[in-house]
Every structure is written in C-alpha cells, then in structure tokens.
C-alpha cells in the first residue's frame, strides 16, 4: 500500500556516489542539514557498487592469474591454476560490501539523512522520492546539490533482453565465463573487463571505432598496450563499427563494417561498453528551471552552481571527464558553496588511468592535445627497457614521458605505460599543479630501483643530462 510523507532540509544531495556522498558528508561537517538522496540502498552509486571498486578486485585476481602463469618461464611453476568463479564474486562482494558498510557508518556519525528512491524535482524547492514499494517523499530544501551520474549508452540494434549480451554492470556480475566474448568498445571500461575474462578463461576479441584502442590518449602510451592484448586476445579490430547484432540458439552473431574484421563472427556473448551518457535529463529537471543540454549534461560555473542560483551539480552529468575523483572535488566546492563559504573548481589538472595490463595513465596536457590547440611543445620519453626495476618484474615495454613547455622547461604534461602507472601518476600530477621544471623533477633525488625514478629520467631526458641512456647531444 503506497504512502508518502515529507522532510525539510537546509541541503538535499541528489546522488549518492563519490561526489554525492562527498558532498553531503561535507555539507554536515560544515554544520548543515543534509538529506541524501540515492537509489541504491548502499551508498557509493556506480564506483563502488558497480564499477570502480569491484573491476578493481577482478583486475587484481586477474594480475594474480597473468604473473602465476608468467613465472613459469622464470623457473617457477606453481601449476595450473583452478577458479571458483562463485567464491571469487563472494570475495569481490565483500569488498565492497565493506566500503559500503564504512559510508552507512559515515552518514550515521554525521547524522546525515538518507532516503532511498528515486529523485525527482517537482519544483525549485522540493524533490519527490519513489522507492520501489510505491511509497513516496517529498524533500523541500533551501539548497540543493545535483549528483545523479551517468549510464551506460546502448546501442539500439543489440538484443539486451538476452542474458549473453551486457554491458559493465553485467560483467561485473561473473554470471557466466564464456568461451568466446566479444567486447564492443575499446575504451577503458571494455579493456579492463576484457582483461578479466581473458585471464579468467574466455577468448576475447574487441572491436573499436577509433583507429586506436584508448581513443584520445597518444598513440606511443597506448601502443605496449595494443602490442600486449594483440597477442593475447583473439582479435582486436580498430577502425571497424559493429552493424548488427542478432541473437540465435548457437550464439550472438556480430556484423561488422571494417577493413580487418570479417563480415559476420558469432560469440557465446558480447560485453557491450561504447561510454556513458549523463542522467541530466531523468530527473525532471527543468521543473526547477535547470538548463540541461540534449545529451542530459547540467552546465555549472567554477562553484559548481547552476543556472539557479540555490542548486549545485556536481560529477559525470556537468561534463567529461566522467571519473570519480574528479567528481569527489567538485563535490567539496559545491558543499562549501552551499553552505555559505566560497569555494572554486579552478584545475584541469584530473588525471586518467586505465587499469589494464600494462596500465596507462596521463595528466595535463598531452600532445595530442597540444597538436590540436597549436601550443609548442616538447617531450623527454625515458623507455623503461633500461629501467632496472622494471626489467626486475619482467616487464620491459613501458615508457615514462613528460611533455614540457621548450621555453621555460615548465612542466605541462606527464603520460606513462606499464605496471603501476596509476600510482605513478601522482607525482607528475603534483609537479604540474605546483608548477614545476622539468629540472625541478630531475633534481628530485628517486629511490633506485623503483619505477618512480622513471619520472626523473624522463626529465634528464628532456634535459639532456641523461647517463642512463646514450643520446645524442643537446644544446643546453
């Protein structure tokens, strides 16, 4: 039997993923009432319950699986390896079970109000909650903060209906291992749950738009990448479309539009991750007077406000880059704004990491994107092949690459390739915010061996003061 009751609130937060909860949890310790809106019972949206958190618990065990059978060629052999496919979901759920455990804890220490539904406003004041029992709350606020995320883009020629196509979510879920998978989309997402079922048993292929896996990162950091999963995978088809998709007894068979992929292939299921669109557009936005573009984004100024004055939005639906972490900071600023303070989003600085093997990750400005906006650069690439660490984990393809303004060797920009890229990442990220020289980076005395002197490398590089490498001269 349906029913429906109301609340009033100083903040209400729309949203309960990283910036979401970032937000509220702010919001509270700056002494304001906040009501968290979100439609999972578990706070932490897509990152953590279905997407950051858990990929990164299956790219872990499939690390585990890749370097046990790499060993062998080392003299160690630890035998075939056995999977139990429902204890590894057991283990992945409680990982995030335990985070998600940790943020209910959180919001109760704050005495931050969550409701459970799905969010909707009804005017400029108020939003209108439904959870899935028919009962309804109405949330009459002062100042809201718009977190609502993004989905997955389908594609509408795909038989979603059948249990052997899906996209991130779904493979997340391990229901079945297939023993052919096709991965539509070369991006991030689909490159990082290829490498899971890959090390999991499936043979994989992926197909991609683009003329590169990674579209948008330069070609030199993704190419050990391309090199690697080319000689794993089935197949990987670049500058090739998908045309059809038909679901049959024997299969999912796959029409392609390429030079390299054939006509028709059929697969015992296809993992579909072509990116995500902004959910601006679901929550009745315009009832409050918010301007939502036609793909669904919510523009903001640099305090995160909308064009209503007493509404925020934070996260993947104000604009690309659509990551968390990005999202987390925006989440502060729009919280202290909200409360009163006076705060701004001023960085471009939001790095970016594929959890692939090897990971890739780059910050700043890179030259790709220094091409595009005519802005002179150069680069100092220290290849990890003479890097002792590296060569010490057996893995010699990866490259650390800073791209520096020739004239003030300030640096602008940091991409690198190969395990731990994601962690390493930090420090060129910390450089550029500080506005640091190349020299500054080359001066900075690294622990040997680690891979983290890569970046210093890298540096000399540029310099020219390199020893590590023979090159030839530079005019100092």
């Known amino acids: ?220 950091l993704i190419a050990p990448l391309a090199a690697r999963i080319s000689r794993q995978y ?22 392609f539009s390429g030079e390299s992929a054939p006509a028709t292939a059929q697969f015992d299921a296809v993992l579909v991750a072509v990116g995500r669109v902004p959910n601006g557009g679901l929550i009745d936005a315009e009832v409050a007077g918010l301007d939502v573009d036609e793909r669904g984004f919510i523009s903001v100024d640099s305090q995160q406000r909308t064009n209503v004055g007493h509404i925020y939005a934070i996260g993947d639906v104000v604009g690309n880059p659509m990551l968390a972490h990005k999202a987390v900071h925006e989440g502060r600023v729009a919280a202290q704004n909200a409360a009163g303070q006076s705060s701004g989003f001023d960085t471009t600085l939001i790095p970016s990491v594929a959890y692939t093997d090897p990971e890739v990750a780059w910050v700043g400005m890179t030259e790709n994107t220094a091409a595009a906006a005519g802005v002179d650069v150069e680069v100092g690439v220290f290849p990890w092949a003479a890097s002792g660490r590296s060569l010490s984990l057996g893995r010699d393809e990866g490259l650390t690459k800073l791209v520096v303004e020739p004239q003030t060797g300030r640096i602008l920009g940091a991409g690198i390739v190969g395990p731990a890229a994601g962690e390493l990442i930090a420090e060129a990220t910390l450089a550029i915010e500080l506005g640091a020289l190349a020299e500054d980076v080359a001066l900075t005395v690294h622990a040997h061996p680690t891979l983290s002197e890569t970046l210093g490398m890298a540096a000399e590089v540029w310099e020219g003061t390199i020893t590590d490498l023979y090159l030839p001269r530079k005019k100092v």
């Open 1 to 220: 039997m349906s029913s429906s009751t109301s609340l009033t609130t100083q903040v209400v937060v729309l949203g309960g993923g990283p910036g979401g909860y970032t937000a509220a949890f702010r919001a509270a310790d700056l002494g304001c009432e906040v009501v968290l809106i979100d439609d999972r019972p578990a706070l932490g949206g897509v990152c953590l319950n279905v997407g950051c958190i858990p990929s990164k618990a299956l790219l872990h065990a499939a690390k585990v699986l890749s370097e046990a059978r790499e060993m062998q060629e080392r003299g160690i052999s630890f035998g075939a390896p056995t999977v139990d496919i429902d204890a590894l979901r057991g283990w992945k759920d409680g990982v995030v079970g335990r985070l998600t455990g940790g943020l209910t804890g959180l919001a109760r220490k704050r005495k931050v109000q969550t409701v459970v539904g799905v969010g909707r406003f009804t005017g400029s004041h108020t939003i209108e909650v439904a959870d899935d029992d028919g009962r309804t709350t109405t949330v009459s606020f002062e100042q809201a903060i718009v977190a609502v995320g993004s989905r997955p883009v389908r594609l509408p020629f795909v038989p979603y209906d059948d249990p052997r196509v899906f996209d991130s979510t779904g493979a997340l879920e391990l229901r079945q291992i297939p023993k052919r998978l096709l991965v539509i989309g070369g991006g991030i997402i689909g490159l990082e749950m290829a490498a899971v079922y890959h090390e999991l048993g499936s043979a994989v292929s992926v197909v991609e738009l683009a003329p590169q896996v990674v579209p948008g990162a330069d070609a030199d």
């Open 234 to 255: 089935d197949a990987v088809w670049t500058s090739t479309s998908v045309t059809a998709v038909d679901a049959t007894p024997s299969g999912i068979t796959v029409s």
